[in-house]
């Protein structure tokens, strides 16, 4: 999830979570992260669409 992930690039560019440039800040999502890419999974083989709407 997090390989090649730079967090204070990330901090940088502004992108969630912004001031976690400390190595690990990254971990906060990993709990979601396995049923997010079944979730994901599921869809590709059903052939569906995903809408992603970050606000």
């Known amino acids: 999830m997090i ?5 204070a690039e990330l901090t940088s560019a502004e992108v969630y979570p912004l001031g976690r440039s400390e190595p690990g800040a ?9 049923g997010l890419t079944q979730f994901f999974e599921a ?13």
């Open 3 to 7: 390989s090649g992930v730079d967090p």
């Open 26 to 34: 990254l971990e906060w999502g990993r709990p979601w992260y396995d």
């Open 43 to 55: 869809a590709a083989r059903a052939d569906d669409a995903m809408l992603v709407w970050l606000d």
